[in-house]
């Protein structure tokens, strides 16, 4: 009999296909092997997931692998069983699943030549130049860093948000010089550890404890309480078995503020994955934590798919954060699936946060994951005070009430810095005409256009559309248009203007997309000089500003009234995250929330009880309406040209699914909120179950039920395994 391979190939289909394997290959087929395959007309690259496969057709009818493109199996056997696991689990195409493991480098037959690192290290003439001038802030901590670390590549100082124009001055200046080779992964204790507290004591001993068997641990700690020197701590215990650890962080931003505090514990050790780095700089960076030759990987959701040589301990760093939920094509949460890999290769898993998910904490309740707290702040500081400010029938003066701004006066003359946070870009939300009425919104979707008032622009922030700002209203050609609402641009001009003669920064995605743009914001804000912080969410996750003392929340009030069941658990979350910036060092801060709302049980809850009780709350109110995490929840969306054609295909699925079972249920089709968008209608079918077999059950057939429908060439459609959003 023929010898048969089976390949997962990048297609849409839920299924891998068999291939014969020819004898004139001369070698063995290995699982995780790259393998040229034709498909149709054309030629893919898959990879083998399963040997000595047999099915019922005829040799004569079936088509030949046509090339080897391993010596080695790319990924390794834990990895495939992965994939074949998460595509059960999330209902979607294996071989796309599998191509998302692979750098985009490994996914094509032909790899990409990689150009040799350039490292640098201090120059031997560097105690006989003159110091740096005290304004080069950049050029003076980048040189520090390098001093500490012995060395570091061009693409690890990039990493760490420092421009080629400041390593070009070093290097100008005679500061720097090449290195011959690389250094060896540095062992070097580091002298400036700090004193760990009782509780980060008894934390670092139990995840060291655990190592060499699979564990989860919640480390729930409140902002400022030493989190990430747990982490460290920890991670030494796991380099000294000879093991290796993965860390991920929620987004890029947090990337070079993370890896300068891990640099400066374990330089040279490091390798980082993330959005920010080219294809071959990738395929290195995983390829050094396959051989093993770097201990740590530090990276954002999908480095969690990167294959190890000896994993012994996995992080996951403000695990709440939705950014770890995949929210496109294949739906995979980064957080379950480090917990899988755990288990996977028998090692802990630490998830750490100040707002823990709700999902956790009901892991916790049900024993399945263990609490380690951190209660008290890092160096003996104290928690900030948190104000309500009532706005009802209050003047505003472009979003501020006066006893924020009083508030913000007092701060800076005290020389001291004041964070004013609005999570919502641009100049303003809303353009309209005084005189008729006309609204600017956008034509794809079913949302206004964002004002942008400094590039002079329309821009819709869900499809990305944008159109010049007009100067007249279109429809009766009178000039008095009126911006309707704050955006952080708004905020940073309105405050240039009461505080003159302070710096006013603003941090968003429009003031940090240029590389190396935050890593500058930061350093200006780290030079201590009073100055007044203005930004978004970027501005809440993990950033250690010490000379913040005043928190300004200027509008809380939308996600407490969100049509998700979330909506109150998010809004929590991220106004205990911007509280937590303020009086994290020797300074005591203090936290004001402007609202309409000051009654409002979840925001006096948070107040006056902090986020546990709050959260406890939010938990037994899920209890009652058995909603998730209690039980479990799937949705599968459809979009099309019509809203017609979207909720048709969802209606024929429906239809077919088996009714009278009382272990789940399910609603729709339903359209959504925002119905339209970037042009294409969306509606979706919920399904919820109390028991997660049950619910996958009635998955499995839904998808095999759309997969036969004759669906129309416009339709897409896909399935969403723990939303974390139900439209």
């Known amino acids: 009999m023929p010898k048969l391979v089976t390949v997962a190939v990048p297609c849409p289909l839920r299924r891998g296909f068999d291939y014969l394997w020819p004898e004139e290959l001369q070698r063995q087929a290995e699982l995780g092997m790259r393998v040229s395959i034709p498909f149709g007309p054309r030629r893919l690259v898959g990879v083998i997931i399963a040997t000595n496969s047999s099915n019922d057709i005829p040799s004569s009818k079936m088509k030949a692998v046509l090339k080897v493109l391993d010596n080695k199996p790319t990924l390794p056997q834990d990895l495939v069983r ?273 707002t823990p998910s709700l999902d956790s904490l009901h892991n916790v309740a049900q024993a399945r994951y263990q609490l380690l707290e951190l209660r008290e702040r890092a160096g003996g500081a104290s928690a900030p005070a948190i104000r309500l400010l009532d706005i009802r029938d209050e003047s505003l003066n472009e979003g501020l009430s006066k006893s924020l701004l009083d508030a913000t006066t007092r701060t800076l003359d005290a020389g001291n810095q004041a964070l004013i946070f609005l999570n919502r870009r641009g100049f303003s939300p809303q353009l309209q005409c005084h005189s008729c009425g006309w609204l600017a919104n956008c034509q794809a979707c079913d949302a206004k256009m964002t004002v942008h008032f400094g590039r002079r622009e329309l821009r819709c922030h869900h499809c990305d559309a944008s159109e010049s700002l007009p100067t007249a209203c279109p429809q009766c050609h009178n000039h008095q248009l009126i911006f309707k609402g704050p955006g952080t641009e708004r905020l940073e001009l309105s405050l240039k203007h009461h505080f003159p003669d302070v710096p006013v920064i603003r941090i968003d995605r429009d003031t940090t997309s240029a590389k190396g743009s935050m890593q500058s914001l930061v350093d200006d804000i780290r030079t201590g000089k009073p100055c007044i912080l203005v930004g978004t969410q970027m501005l809440a996750k993990g950033h250690h500003f010490p000379d913040v003392t005043l928190v300004g929340i200027v509008d809380i009030d939308g996600g407490l009234f969100s049509a998700d069941f979330r909506g109150p658990e998010r809004s929590g979350q991220l106004l205990i995250q911007v509280a937590g910036r303020a009086g994290r060092a020797d300074k005591l801060g203090t936290v004001y929330i402007q609202t309409h709302c000051p009654d409002h049980p979840a925001l006096q809850a948070l107040v006056n009880n902090g986020y546990q009780p709050f959260a406890q709350q939010l938990l037994a109110e899920r209890q009652l309406f058995s909603l998730p995490p209690i039980s479990f929840s799937a949705v599968i969306r459809a979009d099309a040209t019509t809203l017609q054609g979207a909720e048709e295909f969802l209606t024929q699925i429906r239809t077919a699914l088996p009714v009278g079972d009382t272990q789940w249920s399910i609603v729709g089709p339903l359209p959504a909120p925002m119905t339209r968008k970037a042009g294409r209608f969306r509606s979706a079918l919920i399904l919820q179950a109390e028991r997660r077999s049950v619910l996958h059950g009635h998955l499995h057939l839904a998808c095999h039920i759309a997969d036969q429908l004759n669906k129309p060439q416009n339709l897409r459609w896909s399935v969403d395994v723990d939303p974390i959003d139900l439209f």
């Open 82 to 354: 992965l994939a074949s696991w998460a595509a059960d689990y999330y209902h979607h195409p294996i071989g796309d699943c599998v191509q998302q493991m692979l750098p985009v480098v490994l996914r094509k037959a032909e790899q990409a030549k990689e150009k040799p690192a350039q490292y640098w290290q201090c120059s031997t003439q560097l105690n006989q130049l003159p110091p740096l001038s005290t304004r080069a802030h950049q050029q003076r901590s980048l040189l520090s860093i390098i001093e500490q670390s012995g060395q570091l590549s061009r693409r690890q100082i990039k990493d760490l948000g420092y421009s080629n124009n400041v390593l070009n001055s070093l290097i100008n200046g005679g500061y720097l010089a090449k290195a011959d080779a690389p250094l060896a992964n540095a062992t070097t204790a580091y002298a400036n550890k700090p004193t760990l507290n009782s509780e980060q004591n008894v934390a670092v001993n139990a995840i060291a404890a655990s190592l060499g068997r699979f564990d989860r641990f919640l480390l729930d700690g409140v902002t400022g309480s030493g989190k990430t020197e747990v982490y460290l701590r920890a991670i030494e215990e796991c380099i000294a078995r000879d093991e290796q650890a993965l860390v991920l962080i929620p987004e890029i931003g947090l990337t070079p503020q993370t890896l300068h505090r891990f640099e400066q514990r374990f330089p040279g050790n490091i390798s980082t994955l993330h959005s920010g780095l080219s294809d071959g700089e990738r395929l290195q960076n995983w390829q050094k934590i396959q051989s093993g030759e770097h201990k740590i990987l530090l990276g954002t959701r999908s480095a969690v798919f990167t294959p190890f040589d000896k994993l012994g301990l996995i992080i996951v760093d403000e695990e709440h954060d939705a950014s770890y939920k995949q929210q496109d094509g294949w739906r995979y949460s980064a957080r379950d699936i480090a917990v899988k890999r755990g288990s996977d290769h028998g090692c802990p898993v630490v998830l750490g946060s100040a």
